[in-house]
């Protein structure tokens, strides 16, 4: 295979129009970037929920005589990532395609100083909470606990993580503890876009009821806590794309061409070392083994939209 990778870019998908939007584009900023650097050829959007294209067709839709790196805009490896994405990379690499799987977004001290930039004013008093999605997969919950260990550093002061979903502590039970002891939540918004998770948060700092089983403040007592904007956003006079982002996901891609390269490299090098060094049995010696640890990690680095037609991101 030869030419510049194509890449991938995979979000999880909504049906929230603002969050479609600010996905596409973010994904179209990445594309502009990786092609100005001269680190991808094409690059397409797709997803694995609620939108199309899906992963599949991303992979079909690229072309077939270069590698493909698929890039998850998810913030942590839960589900998705194990099972969908894998899933997907195994039947592409059946198929006989080069398809990898770059790591997810997070955690990454880039994005804890996105989410810092995020949130308004601190006080004192002020109980800063990491609001994340919550996955059945511990790997993801504790991900964004890390996340909340990297908010923390950055602020320099304590920051607990909640769950929307999933197996880790309820979101809402930190609200209502917090404001129990009479602070105010301040909620860093891990999300990367607006949509179903997003509004769920929304929910808890409102005042005026019940709402989704969460006690709120009295009717008229106003907002019983702080959202911040998500990672994407299109309601600040922060940009809606922050440009720590954009590297972010550029690293992602660099950091997958790059160890191929070196594996690539590494696997010749012992390759010639051994042919050199060829006893009269003909053993290759360690340059066979090499061969066999490259077939391994090989192995082990393997839905509706505005617009139904999947787009390369390369105009």
């Given amino acids: 295979m030869t030419g510049l990778p194509s890449v991938g870019l995979i979000s999880h998908g909504t049906s929230s129009p603002t969050g479609q939007v600010l996905i596409e584009v973010l994904a179209a900023e990445v594309a502009t970037d990786l092609r100005i650097r001269g680190l991808a050829g094409e690059v397409m ?13 991303v992979i079909a839709r690229l072309p ?22 894998a899933e997907a990379v195994g039947r592409a690499e059946a198929a006989g395609r080069d398809v990898r799987l770059a ?3 997070g955690p990454d001290l880039r994005l804890a100083e996105v989410l810092a930039d995020r949130l308004p004013p601190l ?18 919950n504790e991900s964004c606990r890390e996340m909340g260990r990297l908010l923390a550093t950055e602020l320099e002061r ?9 197996a880790g502590v309820p979101l809402k039970d930190l609200v209502e503890e917090s404001r129990s002891r009479g602070a105010r939540p301040v909620l860093a918004n891990y999300l990367l876009a607006p949509g179903f998770f997003d509004d769920l948060a929304r929910k808890l700092v409102e005042g005026g ?9 009295a009717a008229g007592s106003g907002p019983v806590g702080v959202l911040a904007p998500p990672l994407l956003t299109d309601g600040s006079s922060a940009a809606a794309v922050p440009p720590r982002l954009v590297d972010l996901v550029r690293d992602r891609v660099r950091e997958d061409v790059h160890v191929r390269d070196e594996v690539r490299e590494s696997v010749h ?6 042919v050199r060094g060829r006893g009269q049995d ?3 010696g360690d340059a066979h083994a090499e061969g066999d640890a490259h077939d391994r990690a090989q192995a082990h680095n393997r839905t509706q939209a505005h617009d139904p037609v999947p787009q390369v991101l390369n105009a």
């Fill in 269 to 274: 090098d012992r390759v010639c070392e051994g």
């Fill in 158 to 166: 304590p920051v607990e993580v909640g769950f929307l979903a999933g």
């Fill in 103 to 105: 790591a997810t977004l």
């Fill in 209 to 217: 009821g019940v709402s989704g089983g969460v006690r709120s403040g």
């Fill in 282 to 284: 003909g053993s290759l």
């Fill in 45 to 57: 959007l797709g997803h694995v929920d609620v939108q199309s294209p899906d992963v599949d067709e």
């Fill in 123 to 140: 006080r004192v008093s002020d109980e800063v909470i990491l609001a994340a999605a919550g996955s059945s997969d511990e790997r993801a």
């Fill in 64 to 85: 077939d005589d270069r590698p493909v790196v698929l890039v998850p805009l998810l913030l942590s490896p839960g589900y998705h990532v194990h099972v969908d994405l």
